[in-house]
């Protein structure tokens, strides 16, 4: 029998994007579409939040799909198969809204894609008929191809550099589908808040409702600290609790972009500090 | 001993306010043995001592100080721990000249007897004897320490928060013979005193002693488990739990809902504070968390926690930290000691002063505030004078850094999934204030969940009379 937050399989994506299957089995009985986790990797750890990108009630897992940005996403990818994460908690936030809406355009950039994983497989199950657009810089860093694939109508790939399916943006890919007529009831769009911006502005002349799901800084989760408060609608929300999916035409982006580099200039040092302390081991 | 009676109390010794302005060790260091005998010489030892009415615990006030005058501090120890859990943290924390000492006879002509100090005392000197509240092999225990405890009554109750009042009432029933699990959402025990009280007011090492003794008692304490998204409360009454306590606190920061709140370097103190103490922010990079402290710090708020947030960016580095309140000095809500401690440090306050704007950079950085002056006017209903604002008085607050030290409200999370809980119009739950009965059969609860941000050591109270009460209900609600 596993322990508690066990890593049961540790698997490596792409470069520097590793997906861990951990034993939580009260948080994979509770846990629906668009929830989160809080994660402290050890005793000296940031408290981060992780999207779930799949749950298993029944084995009594769920997956994290990580990847490598500052410290503390770099330590936690470190650990392997055998090890515990020390602390999970959740689920968190509120669930995704499934119903059948008609055709739905579910748009992953990046990691993004492990988050909208879950969504587009509810989307299908409640017979949406849906579009999945996945975009990465390149093919070698696409990931959850094929798992899409599977709970998707039609897929579209695209990647910056055109190493996979259409060069370019997800953006003008979802602007190339409302341009060919396709009648589309709602996108879901997750990943960095840029694409997240981009994707609301091609959604917005025509009115289509778009979901999207912020990734803010966060201490707790559940609503204690007020850390990841974004002004949607011109009303202060907070992504922990409210969120984290939110109306993507409401989102005041350039706030979420200024507040997401709140720590810039410290993780940068902790980082520098920490390969040094790597340094000293070796 | 009359002397000392007259002249006043024994001075608690302090660290000097230049040193301890560059750390987060503890300020107030403690009575020494001839200290605490001399000051527990002090009381009079009265046949109907009005201090223990003050008290929100009950606790035997005049016999554990005449033990301490007598030299048995284990038996001091072990008469606080009869009626309070966690003695060490109220020695600290507790608003004792509001309390107990307030009640003091001495106090009448001079100063009252220093019981917290010597609540403080007692509770250390058992922990620096090692009969403390560290759980040992089966039989290692001093029996001096252990309360007696009922017979296994073979019923369960949950208690959610692992807060001065979750903790209490977990204490109590399990000295009464029940099976408790507490459930925390943070991944420590201990809740504001983890959180929010800072390293240099409350050190951690004390929070962690008392939650053990709360464990040695067969409490089973589960971090990360937040009720209202990992379970809810019918889940625990489905499966297997005979009662239910609540005790979630205040934990939801109020902001002022003025322009510029959401631009960088701007804080609640509740994430402020937890960067600090929980995440040990005040420590990195040896631990990972960061906090942002700029050169010019302005606090918003007069309370206790406004004080903690100026005192830990003073040792964080900030060259000024202000703290805007929009009373005068006489109004101000925190503890006298804290008041002096913090101004004593060098926090500059800043009265009759109110916020109206914070001005941020292009990068979206604070870079000041526009306050407007206030005067005091006629009384309002809480019987302060209320501040009234002064025409034409705006002017900018250099700040980089603003921490917003208001209040806070009830958390919405548990009560949002337990519909048939019975609420305040501002969300607070209803319950009995003798017995923490809430609408909901089964379901107890006590605390700032109830009150609204109040006292560590009136929520702890809240939490033994609903312990007693839960008891109650279960020898009359047998299955």
């Not at chain 1, 706030?255 to 902790?270: G, N, T």
């Not at chain 2, 607050?397 to 019975?422: C, F, R, S, W, Y």
């Not at chain 2, 204030?433 to 809240?462: H, N, P, R, W, Y």
């Amino acid at each position: 029998m596993p322990q508690l937050n066990e890593i049961i399989r540790k698997t490596s994506l792409a470069p520097g994007i590793v997906r861990f299957d951990l034993h939580c089995p009260d948080i994979a009985s509770h846990a629906k579409p668009g929830q989160f986790v809080v994660v402290r990797r050890d005793e000296v750890a940031e408290r981060i939040p992780l999207t779930i990108a799949d749950f298993d009630a029944a084995a009594g897992t769920i997956v994290l799909i990580i990847q490598e940005a500052g410290l503390s996403t770099k330590k936690l990818c470190g650990l392997e198969r055998g090890e515990r994460v020390t602390d999970v908690l959740g689920p968190l936030g509120q669930p995704s809204e499934i119903e059948n809406y008609g055709t739905v355009v579910c748009v992953g950039g990046g990691v993004g894609a492990a988050p909208m994983y879950p969504i587009t497989k509810a989307l299908k199950a409640a017979g949406n008929r849906v579009h999945s657009i996945l975009g990465a810089r390149s093919k070698d860093l696409l990931i959850l191809e094929e798992e899409t694939r599977r709970v998707s109508d039609e897929l579209h790939v695209c990647t910056d550099d055109g190493s996979s399916g259409t060069r370019g943006f997800v953006s003008g890919k979802l602007a190339e589908l409302i341009a060919s007529g396709v009648k589309i009831d709602r996108v879901w769009a997750i990943g960095p808040g840029v694409m997240m911006r981009a994707v609301c502005d091609v959604t917005r002349p025509g009115g289509i409702p778009t979901v999207v799901s912020l990734n803010t800084l966060m201490v707790d989760g559940t609503g204690m600290c007020g850390g990841c408060r974004i002004t949607v609608g011109g009303k202060v929300k907070f992504v922990c609790v409210d969120g984290p999916e939110f109306d993507g035409h409401q989102v005041e982006f350039g706030e979420l972009l200024k507040r997401s580099r709140m720590y810039a200039d410290r993780e940068s040092r902790a980082d520098r500090d920490h390969a040094c302390r790597l340094g000293l081991k070796t | 001993m009359s002397d000392s009676r007259k002249t006043g109390r024994v001075d608690m010794p302090r660290q000097p306010a230049s040193v301890r302005v560059r750390n987060f060790d503890e300020v107030a260091l403690g009575y020494s043995e001839e200290d605490a005998r001399r000051e527990a010489g002090r009381c009079i030892q009265c046949k109907n001592p009005l201090c223990v009415q003050g008290c929100p615990v009950d606790i035997d006030i005049p016999r554990f100080i005449l033990q301490i005058r007598e030299g048995d501090e284990a038996g001091a120890a072990a008469t606080l721990k009869l009626k309070n859990s966690l003695p060490a943290v109220c020695g600290r924390v507790c608003p004792q000249e509001e309390q107990c000492e307030k009640l003091c006879i001495l106090g009448k002509k001079g100063q009252p007897v220093a019981i917290g100090r010597l609540e403080r005392y007692a509770a250390d000197r058992e922990t620096a004897a090692g009969q403390g509240s560290r759980p040992g092999p089966a039989g290692s225990r001093p029996a001096v320490t252990r309360p007696s405890m009922a017979s296994p009554t073979g019923r369960s109750v949950a208690v959610i928060g692992a807060g001065p009042s979750g903790l209490a009432a977990a204490g109590e029933l399990a000295k009464l013979g029940h099976r408790v699990t507490v459930f925390e959402a943070l991944h420590k025990p201990g809740g504001v005193l983890v959180y929010g009280i800072p390293e240099f007011r409350l050190p951690k090492a004390i929070v962690e002693q008392e939650c053990d003794f709360i464990r040695s008692l067969g409490v089973e304490i589960r971090c990360n488990y937040v009720i209202g998204r990992s379970g809810t409360v019918d889940e625990l009454l489905r499966t297997g739990f005979d009662a239910v306590f609540v005790g979630t606190g205040a934990g939801l920061p109020y902001f002022m809902n003025i322009p510029g709140e959401n631009l960088n370097g701007v804080y609640s103190s509740n994430e402020f504070l937890t960067r600090v103490n929980l995440m040990k922010a005040y420590r990195f990079p040896e631990y990972d968390t960061p906090v942002h402290v700029g050169r010019n710090v302005a606090v918003i708020g007069g309370g206790n926690v406004a004080m903690d947030a100026a005192r830990c960016s003073l040792r964080l580095g900030a060259e000024t930290v202000h703290l805007v309140y929009r009373r005068g000095r006489e109004q101000l809500p925190a503890r006298e000691e804290e008041i002096e401690n913090a101004f004593e440090e060098g926090v500059r306050p800043v009265f009759l002063t109110v916020p109206v704007e914070i001005l941020g950079d292009e990068n979206g950085w604070v870079k000041g505030l526009e306050c407007i002056r206030m005067e005091l006017g006629e009384p309002d209903a809480s019987g302060r004078q209320k501040p009234v604002p002064v025409a034409g008085s705006n002017h900018i607050l250099e700040a980089d850094t603003v921490i917003m030290a208001i209040g806070q409200g009830p958390n919405p999370l548990l009560t949002l999934t337990t519909p048939d809980l019975k609420l305040n119009k501002w969300g607070y739950i209803v319950a009995d204030e003798a017995t923490g009965q809430t609408s909901k059969k089964g379901v107890f609860a006590g605390g700032d969940i109830v009150t609204g941000a109040a006292t560590v050591i009136l929520a702890m109270g809240a939490g033994k009379k609903a312990a007693m009460a839960i008891h109650k209900y279960l020898q009359q609600d047998r299955p």
